[in-house]
């Protein structure tokens, strides 16, 4: 299978929309995608991009992602996130989802940052097999905490008298 | 005790570092800072600030810190992460810790997150039970994946030819 990694442009958020949708299904959360391919398109490609995406390009149409953005972590310095990393199903096993973290890796290089996070599930062992071989640490004792819309709304009413 | 919460100025920088560091001596990491006051200034309060920083401040000194920035979400969209939220070990039981992750919640409302996010190790049950009691979800089932400097080089060197 031949494929070219290269930075995504406006266009490619369509594909890249599915591409998030397929993996919200395969994590048991079908309904969770509330991103349309406009707000991605808005927030990739305006004035100050809130996110940099590469795709996987067959010639026939994308069929890998990888979507990333600066962290800070007060240890060590500037940071790059890998927020997601979806490779369709019909070209999984092809090594595509290998040249994506690749180009993320050689980013975060490129940019200086002194530290390449992201998060797995984990109950995904092949990806944390992956990850591992690849020489990341997985950080079995930190847990995400996360506060959502509501949850930023019903806690503004109630200890900030807002 | 009588705080005010304000955005961090550059001259903060010193108190801020000391209370990364003293988070990380309770983090059991104490020799894993490697940020200077230095490179928190210039990161902090250059022409592109990588973060922001709120404190709190007792007129005495600054007894707490908490500091965020932007992060996307491919679900929700528009996100910010609170990186560390540390009250210095006197000052702790206050109020003050509450006090700066109100402020923390109130900035992003204020500009558009959909979703605040951070992280907590799994055996810090008291904060565990402090962030549940304010509405936030605790994902037990993610894990952080991080790669760090030398595992970015040793990755390039042995995936990438480089």
Redesign the interface.
Known sequence: MEYTIRPAREEDMPAVHRL?TEL?IFEK?PN????TVE??KE?GFGPEP??RCFVADSGMGVDGMA?V??????????AL?L??LIVTEPARGSGLG?ALL?EV??H??DTG???????????NEPA?RF?KS????????????????R??????QH??G?
Chains 1, 2 share one sequence.
């Not at 969770?32 to 991103?35: D, F, G, K, M, R």
């Not at 953005?69 to 500037?78: A, E, H, I, L, V």
């Not at 940052?113 to 984990?122: G, M, N, T, Y």
């Not at 690849?134 to 819309?149: K, M, S, T």
């Open positions: 998030i919200a959360e969770a995608v509330e991103v707000k991605l927030d809130r996110f979507l953005y600066p962290r800070y972590s007060t240890w060590k310095g500037p996130h927020e997601d290998s690749t890796i050689r975060a290089r940052a002194k530290r390449v996070s992201w998060e797995v599930l984990d109950w944390i990850y690849r020489g990341a640490r997985i950080l079995r004792d930190w847990d995400v905490v996360q506060l959502d819309e949850g930023i709304d019903h806690y503004l200890y900030a807002l």
